[in-house]
């Protein structure tokens, strides 16, 4: 691939002078996006050039190399750079993976002693969800079978379903022709068309339910986190035995997670809006 080619310089060798210039390579990348990440605003190039103490020709073939896998960007007519859409969402899934799970867990424990419920949370990084915490009663009567780094698919979960609402169209699209709408009960949605409608209503009514349609025994609803900038980064569940999702008890278990969530969301900065 010829920009990766640009991007070793000189050409790659197996020798230790070749290993010395990989990985001062590798250094110069760190220190500018590094600077990037750490400034206030767009930088330009001369400015970049002077904190990374490199030449701007130097700087600037960097950049056309990071820019085309996503990890800078400029700004209109090229006048300054800022961290790419990649980076920015590597370094959101790495704060969703530990300080999320940091910041969630206190809340999640007082949802759980609330409804005597197992409270999880996840991500979707890719085309299925990820658990990255869970809390459940001391001595539950059934235990609900996930682990933390367990997968399960967006169709028929609650949480799959909110991260998914959340998601351009074309995004859950590609997440379906990837994985499918395999059937797990009865009640599995099991077409885009039936999903994508499932969908309207979670952003319309701001969770989502699973009426046993991953596992017979359990229903669940899931509630979206926001970021400072409102951007679902994560969701929070709460499931249970044998609860009907129309009976009134379901509904204190929704009023809870869509509560327990939101408060979430407003310790990572996300302002809720009035009304």
Not at 28 to 45: H, K, V
Not at 53 to 58: A, D, E, I, Q, W
Not at 184 to 209: C, D, K, P, Q
Not at 230 to 239: D, E, M, P, R, T
């Amino acid at each position: 691939m010829k920009a990766r080619a640009d991007f070793a310089e000189p050409a790659v060798r197996s020798d230790a002078t070749g290993s010395a210039a990989s990985v001062r390579v590798i250094e110069r990348t760190m220190r500018i996006l590094r600077t990037l990440a750490e400034a206030p605003g767009m930088m330009t190039l001369t400015e970049l050039s002077l904190a990374v103490g490199l030449h701007k020709s130097t700087v600037l073939r960097f950049l056309r190399t990071m820019e085309q896998g996503e990890f800078v960007a400029s700004g209109p007519g090229g006048k300054g750079w800022r961290p790419g859409p990649v980076f920015l969402d590597i370094r959101a899934r790495a704060i969703a993976r530990h300080d999320l799970a940091d910041i969630a867990r206190p809340l999640m424990e007082e949802a759980c002693r609330l409804t005597g419920e197992t409270v999880q949370l996840a991500i979707l990084p890719d085309s299925s969800i990820v658990y990255l915490a869970k809390v459940e009663p001391l001595d539950p009567p059934l235990r609900i079978n996930t682990q933390v780094g367990a997968r399960r698919p967006i169709h028929c979960t609650g949480l799959g379903k909110v991260l998914a609402a959340y998601r351009d169209r074309a995004d859950v699209d590609r997440i379906l022709a990837e994985a499918g709408l395999p059937a797990f009960t009865a009640r599995t949605i099991t077409t885009s068309a039936a999903l994508h409608a499932e969908l309207a209503r979670v952003r319309l009514n701001g969770y989502a339910v699973d009426d046993r349609e991953y596992n017979d025994l359990v229903s669940c609803v899931a509630a979206p986190i926001r970021n400072a900038d409102g951007l679902v980064v994560a969701a929070l569940s709460i499931s249970s035995f044998g609860q009907g999702v129309k009976s009134p008890a379901f509904s204190t278990l929704i009023e809870t997670v869509c509560n327990t969530a939101g408060r979430i969301s407003q310790l990572l900065g996300w302002n809720r809006p009035a009304g």
